[in-house]
């Protein structure tokens, strides 16, 4: 279900700064190539994801959810000098993709591209973190956060997407993947440690600040 009229996210879209070349391209060649290509960002939540990361400057990201590189590559347009972004995705199959995207980015620097269960992966991740993206697997949202928290600085932000998961939040009987979405929605709202806004662009992306260690 999209959430606003095709006419109308086509007129934000043509109101938006463009997508590269080169993120268009991956674009394009994740939607003729992919399954679910749909789990790609797309130019105006990738400029949303740029434009957030530009305003903090991070010097660590933390990415749950590669995918073929596309919200990474956003990401990363806003790091500080010196900065480092770690990605991680369990699907192997996409690896080849990833890898060109980011080195086409000039990127392979600055990505750490890390293949594997991030249920595993981020509690051993010895960094601390001023942007988290989480995108990956629903029933585990609640969990990543649970995780990421003690990593995130002061003042830090975790974006999490599919917060509204095509309005599936409203079911009076929701499946696994809603209640994962809608008990993260709680746990957050719920959390004294932040503050949050639910942002309504796309399929819904909460925004949330850490306002005390
Ligand atoms: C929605 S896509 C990410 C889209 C990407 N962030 C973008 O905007 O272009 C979700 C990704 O999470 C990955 N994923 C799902 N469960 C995972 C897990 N437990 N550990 C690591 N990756 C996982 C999937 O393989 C998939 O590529």
């Known amino acids: 279900m999209d ?15 463009p997508e590269s070349d080169l993120l268009a391209s ?17 130019h105006l939540q990738g400029r ?13 990201i933390l990415e749950i959810g590669t995918f073929t590189g596309y919200s990474a590559i956003c990401l990363a347009e806003g790091l500080a000098a010196g900065g480092k972004l770690i990605t991680i995705d369990k699907n192997e199959e996409l690896e080849g993709m990833v890898r060109r ?24 991740l ?21 995780m990421v928290m003690d990593k995130l ?3 830090g932000l975790v974006l999490a997407d599919n917060v509204l998961w095509s309005g599936k939040v409203l079911d009076v ?6 209640e994962g979405i809608k008990a993260f929605n709680r746990k957050v709202q719920e ?5 949050n806004v639910l942002l309504p662009i796309r399929d819904g992306i909460m925004l949330i600040r850490k306002l005390s260690l």
Not at 26 to 42: C, D, F, K
Not at 48 to 60: D, F, N, T
Not at 173 to 178: V, W
Not at 191 to 195: A, F, I, K, L, S
């Open 26 to 42: 991956i674009n394009r060649e994740t939607q003729a190539n992919v399954m679910m290509p749909r789990m790609l960002s797309g």
């Open 126 to 146: 010895n960094t601390r973190f001023d942007l988290v993206f989480i995108d990956a697997d629903k029933e585990n949202y609640s969990n990543y956060y649970d």
């Open 3 to 17: 959430l606003i009229k095709p006419e109308l996210q086509g007129y934000a879209e043509q109101h938006t700064s």
């Open 191 to 195: 959390d004294g440690r932040v503050e």
């Open 153 to 155: 600085n002061l003042n």
């Open 101 to 124: 995207n980011f080195a086409s980015a000039n990127l392979t620097e600055l990505i750490d591209y890390r293949l594997g269960n991030a249920v595993d992966i981020v509690p051993a």
């Open 48 to 60: 949303v994801l740029a434009m957030i990361s530009k305003m903090i400057r991070p010097k660590a």
């Open 173 to 178: 009987n929701p499946d696994k993947d809603t």
